[in-house]
């Protein structure tokens, strides 16, 4: 049912709202109880000094009555359907639902951003949980507080006779492991109070990294600018000291300036400009930029993720890709599977540190050394998105003999408009086993947090 044809549904509603019968109002707006009720099934279309008088009479704006819900509201409602696909939702019926319960649609709407808080809450808590060793270091030192007040009571318990110089002594042990245990529980709950109000508060070398990069939007003009390589240098301890307050540990310092010089170097083999030309002439296709620069995939990669969506949207006007500001994804990892390098997108989260997806395809090409994989991921959360992931997998040394090859895997993500089910086939993948809501996954390590909800 379309919009205009809604206003009686809204007035009925309203009327219903303040308690007002069908006569009542059919009498102050001067028409009969049989048309107005006709008006409120919608059997009737109502407009100019009717629509006014009414208005006046239920004392509503009449664009209430004649607009009904909001288009944000209506977005929202629609939203939270599309992450329900296995319900039989009537998404035709939105505006109906809204106009006539107003109330209702505002609450599913609050519900639904109060879920979606919670979700990235659980995933940041549970990412640090994992990996903080901060947060390791303090549960250690509660179990040791628990394990020291747990052997000291049995002695008391099970011993029966004990001198009274032995029972003070015990007693105040007991008491300075308790004042330990509680003051660990209290800088722990502290610590993840802080976590929770404010997510990007540094903490550990790994987020420093990223809150520098992010920072900087994964692009530095001034190093794009360098005229040698002692300039490029000077650049690179510049912003490294200018970012004192995020660059804290001497471990970000160091791997920040890694990565800069390692940016320096891929500049010097691919400018920006001949990048933006080369996506200009055959579009978002690394490997053919590849072979036409003479530069290895992984580097086009690098670059690639470099540029931000308002410099690639130009030039990719009718490619598919649902570009954002933030431009394109990239992940690195080495041997290991280890996470090196890490730049997300809006809906394709990456873990921290190793423990993500198994089924991602940049695994695939490490099994597959110097061969590009592609391949478009689907990621179930309130609403399924699609990816288009690029993957290689290249040495970092020259092959010898009885020497392991050290490997490093590239995978480029690119955010999808729209797929076609008779173009592509998708492969279902997540972020990690603890946040991800996937079931009956060959490659889950462990369950879900999120499977039966919180």
Known sequence: ?????????????????????????????????????????????????????????????????????????????REV?????????ELDRTEDFAGRFPG???????????????????????????????????????????????????????????????????????????????????????????????????????????AFFMHHAYAFNDLEQAADTQNAQDIITTLIAEAADILVSTSAQAQVSMHLSRYWRDVQLLS???????????????????????VDLGCVMRRLASLSGNALTPLLPDAGYALSEEGLGLVVCDSSGTLTFRKPLSGFALPRFGAACPLWVLYQALSHPMMALREVAELKGREIAHFETLAISTPLTSPQFDAVPLLEAHMLILPLASVSQNEMRTRPIGTSCRICPRENCQGRREPSILAGGL
């Open 1 to 77: 049912m379309s919009r205009d044809t809604l206003t009686g549904s809204r007035i009925r509603e309203r009327r219903l709202i303040q308690g007002m019968k069908q006569t009542d109002l059919a009498r102050r707006t001067e028409i009969s109880a049989s048309y107005l009720n006709l008006i409120e099934h919608n059997r009737r279309r109502i407009g100019g000094k009717l629509l006014l008088r009414i208005a006046a009479a239920l004392d509503v704006e009449p664009s209430a009555l004649s607009e009904g819900a909001e288009a944000a509201l209506l977005a929202s409602l």
């Open 81 to 89: 359907a599309a992450g329900y696909p296995d319900h039989a939702i």
């Open 104 to 210: 209702w649609a505002g609450l599913i709407q609050g519900l639904a951003a109060r879920q979606s808080s919670l979700e990235q809450t659980v995933v940041s808590i549970s990412d640090r949980m994992t990996h903080d060793p901060q947060l390791a270091e303090a549960l250690h030192d509660m179990l040791g507080a628990v394990t020291a007040i747990r052997s000291t009571s049995s002695i008391l318990v099970e011993t029966d006779a004990i001198e009274t110089e032995w029972q003070d002594r015990f007693h105040r042990n007991i008491n300075e492991d308790a004042k330990r245990l509680t003051e660990s529980s209290q800088a722990l709950v502290s610590y993840l109070n802080s976590e929770v109000s404010e997510p990007q508060e540094v903490t550990t070398p790994q987020d420093e990294i990223e």
């Open 272 to 294: 920006s400009k001949a990048l933006l030309d080369e996506i200009s002439k055959v579009g978002l296709d690394p490997a053919h930029i590849a072979q036409t620069s003479g």
